[in-house]
């Protein structure tokens, strides 16, 4: 088992706002390549956690390792240049710019780092439309963000993610508020990126959990209550108490 | 019949706008000529008024701070060093962007009304300062620069500075080149980064941007047209003063680009006008021309709620830039 070097580790990672600590001494470990989906109750410190790995938050406590590199003080905008990327919880594209310019905007980061002199603007156009097309959003590339539905704003969300190439995928909910068919696609699109990137999901929709996570972390009042394959976690007598109400 | 992609179509109308404004040189009397130079020049300002506030989203209040460094670097080393319109040009630019480097750096630290306000703290601080050294400023009265000075020397001759025609001819160059750096800076990359942190800050970290670097760089280059308009101001017109420095000159930008359409990029050139002739008009007529201009403010606000050209934009040209 020491063979796989961990992709991102955290520390007795902590957080407290006031009295309150909304992560609390989390040790976790994440396998590269794993798609691993947190649980919890609301509350559970599950946004806070992965926020303090993004680095939106700081953590008021403990290490954040990200490919062997200490990267507690890094500023959120070099973690997402070393290959952190956060789709947000409340989407959040911008929604007076067209689809293609939004993920353009993910693009032109990720190849000015490439090249560092300046960009093509069809290099530009390409990584794009891939990305749009990845989510299935190729047609949609000159309607306004704002005009879309729902389900297509999240897409939109995703591929703009996807479109920083990242070796870590951190999905805040990414099925909140979408249809049944809007699941099933989405489930597989990140099936798909699972295979190229290292996926990290916070979801409340225990079917995509299931369906998705390769193993499963569950989350309480800002500690870990358990972690294990997804059978374990059904079978385990505290998550049901905590979580899938007994 | 081949379509006009928007970019050849946005392109030509820029193009046409500068050449309409040459021809405008040899149409105008000569009343209206000096008007339009002035305008032109001010139209400068506001440009680079609009990339901070119409492109980045940041409402400043100080802008006449950038504005008057660029005018006394100019005006202070004519006048008191005797160099000559080149280097004393150059003067005000570097003035500028020394200013709005360390303005920028410190004030971009807050954001929304905590920014306006530090914004309009720095600019008191500057005009206070320039009526503190009244030994070199001569403060309200101001300094007169000697029409002997606002030569400009080429290889082969030397432009009369104070000539109008050549004064019109040179604001239009500034103006035009000012034009040309906004039009190809709002539609490269850089530009749209600009509107995307205008729209939403946090997402743009979260994509990797250093979104304090791109916002300082925003605030410099802002801080580098609005210099660049104080000095051709204080070279054309020959005038140095620190009327300039106080409040009016951070709202009147402020007001031409809302006036013209905030993150346009003919809005302030527009908007200074009417609002010129708008107060020139109506103070020929009555002394009470405020209240005329208030009214007409507020049509305006009522008609053109983006401004005007923000509003042509949205109703019938989206392609404007």
Known sequence: MAAVKPLLETHEL??????????????????????????????????????????????????????????????????????????????????????FDNVALAVQRQ???????????????????????KVGLGEYADKVAGNLSYGHQRLLEVAMGLALRPRLLILDEPTQGLSDSEIENFIALV??????????????????????????TVMEQGRILAQGAPAEIRANQAVQQAYLGG | MTRLTPSTKSIALHVGVVVLLLALNFLLP?????????????????????????????????????????????????????????????AGLAAGV????????????????????????????????TLYFTTYTRGEEGLVLPQEMRVLGFPGGVLDLSDPSTRYLVALSLFAIVLAAILFLVRAPYGRSLIAIRENEERMRMLGYDVFVNKLMAVVLSGLFCAASGAAYAVLFGYVGSGFAAIQY???????????????????????????????????????????????????????????IGTVRERWLPWLP
């Open chain 2, 98 to 129: 020394v200013v709005a480097l360390v303005v920028g750096f410190l004030a971009l630290r807050t954001t929304g009304v905590a920014f306006m306000i530090v914004t309009l703290m720095f600019a008191q601080v500057f005009y206070l300062m």
């Open chain 1, 111 to 133: 190849l000015i780092d490439d090249h560092e002199r300046g960009l093509s603007s069809r290099a530009l156009t390409e990584h794009g439309m891939d990305a749009l097309q």
């Open chain 1, 14 to 99: 902590g957080r407290s706002f006031g009295g309150l600590r909304a992560v609390d001494g989390v040790d976790f470990s994440l396998p590269e390549g794993e798609t691993h989906a947190i649980i919890g109750p609301n509350g559970a410190g599950k946004t806070t956690f992965v926020s303090l790995i993004c680095g939106r938050v700081a953590p008021t406590d403990g290490r954040v390792v990200f490919d062997g590199k200490d990267i507690s003080l890094m500023p959120a905008h070099k973690r997402v240049r070393a290959g952190i990327a956060y789709t947000f919880q409340i989407t959040s594209v911008f929604a007076n710019l067209t689809a």
């Open chain 2, 30 to 90: 000569e009343y209206h000529r000096g008007v339009f130079a002035r305008v032109l020049v001010l139209a400068v300002f506001a440009m680079g008024y609009n990339l901070a506030f119409g492109y980045t989203g940041l409402l400043s209040l100080g802008h006449a701070m950038f504005f008057a460094a660029g005018l006394y670097g100019a005006g202070l080393t004519i006048y008191h060093l005797e160099w000559s319109v080149w280097p004393a040009f150059g």
């Open chain 1, 191 to 216: 099936r798909q990126i699972g295979e190229e990137a290292t996926v990290l999901l916070i979801e409340h929709n225990m079917d995509v959990v299931m369906a998705l996570a390769e193993r499963i």
């Open chain 2, 250 to 308: 951070s709202i009147l930008p402020l007001l031409w680009v809302l006036v013209g359409g905030a993150a346009t990029t003919l809005g302030p050139l527009i908007g200074t006008l009417f609002m010129f002739y708008v107060i020139d008009t109506a103070s020929s007529y009555t002394t009470a021309h405020l209240m005329v201009v208030g009214l007409v403010l507020i049509g305006v606000i009522l008609f053109f709620p983006k401004g005007i």
